[in-house]
Structure formats: C-alpha cells, structure tokens
T-cell receptor, first 111, second 117 residues
Framework: GQNIDQPTEMTATEGAIVQINCTYQ??????LFWYQQHAGEAPTFLSY????GLEEKGRFSSFLSRSKGYSYLLLKELQMKDSASYLC????????????FGKGTRLHILP | ETGVTQSPTHLIKTRGQQVTLRCSSQ?????VSWYQQALGQGPQFIFQ???????GRGNFPPRFSGLQFPNYSSELNVNALELDDSALYLC????????????????FGAGSRLTVL
C-alpha cells in the first residue's frame, strides 16, 4: 500500500521561514514532488527530489531522505502570496509510474 | 507549447445522471492521469492512460471509466452520479513512462468542477 502524511494546516508570519514535513510509505520509490495549489486553482510544480539531499530553488528548498521516507519543503522570506496548500506527492517505482498525492498542508501567512 | 486544457470548466448534474469530462494533454506528453479533488483534500488518483490503454487505477468504482485517443487527449466518464462525486476533476499529463527527471513532471489542467445535486 501507499501512504503519504503531512500536517493539515500551518500558520507562519510574513518574512519568516516555515518547514512543511512529509513522510511516505510506498511500494517502491521513483521521486518525490512538491506542488503549490492556490484556492480554486490547479496545482503548480515546485520541486522534485529523487536523490537524498537538499535542492534549492530561490526562496524554496526541498529535502529528501529515502532511508527515512521523509521530505520537507522549506519556504524562506515568506510573502502573503505564499498562502496556499502545499502538496507532497510520490512516484512509485512500478509499471505505471503513477503519482500519488498527500492530502496537502494549508499554509496561512499572517502579516 | 500548449498546456493541458480541460472542458467544461464548471457543470451541474443531478444524481443518477452521467457526465463526460475532456482533456487535451500538453504537447509531447503521451501519458494522462485523472484525479478527483474534494474540497480541502489532496488530489486522489483515479486512473492513468498510456498509449490508449489504462495502465494504473486508484480505488474508484467501475462507474468511473476513461478513454485516451491517438492524439493523447482523454475523457473521463462517470455514470450513475452520486452526491459525493461533487469535486474538482483534474487532468494531468507527462511524457512517456520511463526515465524521470525534474523536467518530466505532471502538468495539470485548470480542472472541471462538477456539482451533483
């Protein structure tokens, strides 16, 4: 079976740093994605990790530990526009390469 | 390069009716996945099509069915609609199964919001 866990909601202050954690249990592993989704809109791609370590892209960074089944998304210098849901998703290593999403973390940014 | 387009954007149906949702995949993408997203939840995998065949399915009943056409566009059909089918239906495409890289990511359409009364 496959299971992806992330916190339901988080709150942070504008200008601060926030870390959103994701743990997963999947039948095989072939990459982990983070997507951002604003209310009423489609998810948009943020990052992709397939090897252990940290991937940095501007204000956003994503970390992966395959042995621990763990990832986090780090958002720095938070802006009001970062208020959104953040979705952790895993691609299983099997015939169909399907991508399974967690329930998402709703991030609220306070001024 | 065109993105993923879905139609219709919004629709209202009554319980027991049938609905067909359509998706045109991004240019160069031959794999299409469909997701159901209820309010406040993450996208739930319905099924995936590659080379006009279903090659992966989530935990959805048989009344959810689909098609993929030679031009890689796709349809999602839902029969005997139930109230709980009310959701945002997302279509996403990516290049051929196999080598995965940061560039080969799911690209989502804007979705079709279905309301069942």
């Amino acid at each position: 079976g496959q299971n992806i866990d992330q916190p339901t909601e988080m709150t942070a202050t504008e200008g601060a740093i926030v870390q959103i954690n994701c743990t997963y249990q999947t039948s095989g592993f072939n990459g982990l994605f983070w997507y951002q989704q604003h209310a009423g809109e489609a998810p948009t791609f943020l990052s992709y990790n397939v090897l252990d370590g940290l991937e940095e892209k501007g204000r956003f960074s994503s970390f992966l530990s395959r042995s621990k089944g763990y990832s986090y998304l780090l958002l720095k210098e938070l802006q009001m526009k970062d208020s959104a849901s953040y979705l952790c998703a895993v691609r299983a290593r099997n015939r169909d390469d399907k991508i399974i999403f967690g329930k998402g973390t709703r991030l609220h940014i306070l001024p | 390069e065109t993105g993923v387009t879905q139609s219709p954007t919004h629709l209202i149906k009554t319980r027991g009716q049938q609905v067909t949702l359509r998706c045109s995949s991004q240019s160069g993408h031959n794999t299409v996945s469909w997701y159901q997203q209820a309010l406040g939840q993450g996208p739930q995998f319905i099924f995936q099509y590659y080379r006009e065949e279903e090659n992966g399915r989530g935990n959805f009943p048989p009344r959810f069915s689909g098609l993929q056409f030679p031009n890689y566009s796709s349809e999602l059909n839902v029969n005997a609609l139930e109230l709980d089918d009310s959701a945002l239906y997302l279509c996403a495409s990516f290049p051929t199964s196999g080598r995965v890289s940061g560039a080969n990511v799911l690209t989502f359409g804007a979705g079709s919001r279905l309301t069942v009364l």
